[in-house]
C-alpha cells in the first residue's frame, strides 16, 4: 500500500496531493494525434479531390485519377452515389473529398506510394525520360509498380515495369542489391495489398532482392523476374542466403531457384541441416528425398546415354549408337576420376561430364579412340550430352519431392 494513503485525510501532505489532483496539475499531458499535414508537392490549390493517406493531405485533380481505366472511377462513382443519398435526405455534410475536413480516406497505402502515383501521373517528359536510365529512382518505381497494380492503372504499371528491368538488366545492376532488409534496421510498415509482409521501400532502404522477386512474380513480368532469378542463381552458386532462396523459390514457385537450392543445402549434409532453424520440416524431408532420388539416379545414369540424333553421313546407326553408349558411359566414369565429387552432386558430375565430351570433341584432350567409331555424329554426341545435362537441371527441383 502506498505510503501517502495510511496518511490522515487532514494531514498538509494529503490536503496538498487533493489540492493538485483537483487543479489538474499532476495530471500526465498526453499529446493528442498530429493533425494531418498538406504535402508539399501535391497538395494543389486547383484540385477537386482532397484525400488523406496515413497522415498526409492531397489535393489533386480528379480526372487525373480515374485515367488509363483505374479503381478510382469506380471509387468516385461509388462515392457520389452516397454523397447524392445524403443530399436528398437533406443531410447538410459536405461531400467527401471536398475538404481537408472530409477527406477520402486510402487504406493500406503509403504517402510515398501515393506520391509516387501522382509524379507518374503529372510528370513531365524529360522526368519520363530519366526514369527510363541509369539514374532513375528505383524506390520511386518500385512503390509505383505496387500502387498502380492495386488501383488497376495497367498502363502506368507496364511502364514502370519497364523501367525497372531496364535499370535492373544494365551490367551491375543488382550488385548493390541486398538480399533482403538487415535486421539490425528499423522495419518500415507493410503492405496487406502485396500478400504476405513485405516491408515497402523507402530511401533509408532502397529494394531489395525479395521485395523485387515478389514484385515481379505477383506482377507476371517475366524478364524482370528472370533478371531476379539469375541474381538468385548467382547467390545459390557463391553459396549464399541458400535458405531464403529456397523459401521465396518455393513461395513463386521458381522451379530453377528451388532445385539448385535444394541442391545445395544437400550438398552441405545433414548436420548443416539440422543446424539451420529456417529449415521446415518438409524441407527436411525433401532434403533427405532428394538425397536418395540424386544418388540413385547417378547409379543407373551411366547404363542410360541420351537418344543420338545421326548426320545424314552417318554409315551405321546401329554401330554409332552402341560407340556412344560407351563413350558415354566412359565421360561418366573418367570425369569423377580425375575430379572426385561427392556421391549425391549429381549436378557437379553432369557438368563435369559435359566438358570432358566437349574437351574430346574439340580435340583439346585425347579421346583414346572412344570417339572413332562415330566419326561423323561426334558434334550430335556433344549435343546430346548438352541436352541432357539441361534436363536434369531443369528438372532438379523435382528429386527434391516429399510425394511417396
Not at 541509369?134 to 488501383?151: F, G, M, N, P
Not at 528491368?165 to 533482403?180: A, E, I, K
Not at 549464399?240 to 521465396?248: H, M, P, V, Y
Not at 541441416?273 to 528425398?289: F, I, K, S
Amino acid at each position: 500500500m502506498d505510503q501517502v494513503d495510511q496518511l490522515p485525510p487532514d494531514s498538509p501532505l494529503m490536503t496538498m496531493t487533493h489540492s493538485f489532483l483537483n487543479d489538474g496539475m499532476l495530471l500526465l499531458s498526453m499529446p493528442g494525434p498530429r493533425p494531418p499535414s498538406r504535402d508539399s508537392a501535391y497538395y494543389i490549390n486547383d484540385g477537386n479531390s482532397v484525400l488523406l493517406v496515413e497522415n498526409t493531405l492531397f489535393k489533386v485533380h480528379r480526372s487525373v485519377l480515374t485515367r488509363d481505366k483505374s479503381a478510382f472511377e469506380t471509387m468516385f462513382q461509388l462515392s457520389g452515389e452516397t454523397d447524392s443519398a445524403r443530399s436528398d435526405s437533406s443531410m447538410t455534410t459536405t461531400q467527401e473529398g471536398e475538404s481537408d475536413d472530409n477527406p477520402i480516406r486510402l487504406q493500406g497505402d503509403t504517402a510515398d506510394e501515393f506520391r509516387a502515383l501522382l509524379w507518374a501521373l503529372y510528370a513531365l517528359p524529360h522526368e519520363l525520360t530519366l526514369a527510363m536510365s541509369s539514374e532513375a529512382d528505383c524506390t520511386q518505381l518500385v512503390s509505383l509498380v505496387r500502387i498502380t497494380h492495386k488501383y488497376q492503372f495497367r498502363s502506368v504499371m507496364t511502364w514502370a515495369l519497364s523501367a525497372l528491368h531496364h535499370y535492373y538488366s544494365r551490367p551491375g545492376g543488382f550488385d548493390d542489391v541486398l538480399t533482403t532488409m538487415l535486421t539490425n534496421t528499423p522495419t518500415p510498415p507493410t503492405l496487406p495489398h502485396t500478400g504476405p509482409a513485405t516491408p515497402v521501400p523507402t530511401v533509408a532502404h532502397p529494394p531489395t532482392l525479395v521485395q523485387l522477386t515478389e514484385l515481379a512474380a505477383l506482377c507476371e513480368r517475366a524478364d524482370l523476374l528472370e533478371c531476379a532469378m539469375a541474381r538468385w542463381k548467382r547467390l545459390i552458386g557463391e553459396g549464399r542466403d541458400l535458405t531464403l532462396a529456397l523459401t521465396i523459390g518455393e513461395r513463386f514457385n521458381l522451379r530453377p531457384v528451388v532445385g539448385l537450392a535444394y541442391h545445395a543445402l544437400m550438398l552441405r549434409g545433414k548436420p548443416v541441416w539440422d543446424a539451420e532453424g529456417a529449415l521446415t520440416r518438409t524441407q527436411r524431408v525433401r532434403l533427405l528425398a532428394g538425397y536418395y532420388a540424386l544418388t540413385k539416379l547417378w547409379d543407373a545414369l551411366p547404363g542410360q546415354p541420351p537418344p543420338l540424333t545421326h548426320g545424314a553421313r552417318c554409315a551405321s546407326q546401329q554401330r554409332c549408337a552402341k560407340a556412344f553408349g560407351t563413350l558415354w558411359r566412359t565421360v561418366l566414369e573418367t570425369g569423377t576420376q580425375v575430379m572426385p565429387l561427392a556421391r549425391e552432386d549429381l549436378l557437379g558430375k553432369i557438368m563435369l561430364a559435359e566438358s570432358v565430351m566437349k574437351a574430346m570433341v574439340d580435340r583439346e584432350i585425347p579421346s583414346q579412340g572412344f570417339l572413332d567409331g562415330l566419326p561423323h555424329c561426334r558434334e550430335s554426341a556433344l549435343v546430346a550430352t548438352s541436352m541432357r545435362m539441361r534436363e536434369i537441371k531443369e528438372s532438379l527441383a523435382d528429386y527434391f519431392s516429399d510425394e511417396f
